[in-house]
């Protein structure tokens, strides 16, 4: 099979999360801005969870344009990673509607750390498809980032349950590592 259509599919998944997490913020009853501040927290949480989907949609694409073709264990690998993201919604809202509360701002980083996992996961499936020596794995080379994100995650849980708003600065320290589109990848088209 080839990546196209796996992408494409990944690609309207990620497209219909954003667009859940955006109908979750409802519009206050009020025409002043004292009515927007108790949305303050639920809003965070929107764009932080919006640049996570972005970074998990653009990665996604960079590491398929790298795919020659897909099998069987690689459709299993996305479709688990789709589990997780598709919770971001869910996740999202609760710690939004909930900001400083640790049970919601430690689930929020269970579903980001096994995100990160399922990411791993299918990265691995790639590689031991097209072998060793395949682009993807000279690119991700010792792949630094993808090693300390999930000990960040695993970090920011256990924060939150002894200050909630140092695990909300952890995930957007994650966020910030990432923001910035990998281009171990597009170095390695280039060669």
Known sequence: MKTSRLEAFSDGVIAILIT???LELKVPHGVDLNTLQPMIPVFLSYVLSYIYLGIYWNNHHHMLHVTEHVTGSMLWA???????????PFVTHWM?????????????????????????????????????????????????????????YALAIGLAFVQTWLAWAVYALVALIWLVPDRRIEKALQK
Do not use: C
């Open 20 to 22: 859940i997490m955006v």
């Open 78 to 88: 996305n479709l688990h990673l789709l589990f997780w993201l598709s919770l971001v």
């Open 96 to 152: 939004g509607e909930n900001p400083f509360a640790p049970l919601p701002t430690a689930l929020y980083g269970g579903v980001l750390l096994l995100a990160a996992i399922a990411y791993f996961l299918l990265q691995g499936a790639i590689i031991r498809s097209q072998g060793p020596q395949s682009l993807l794995k000279r690119a991700l080379g010792d792949d630094i980032k993808g090693k300390i994100s999930p000990l960040l």
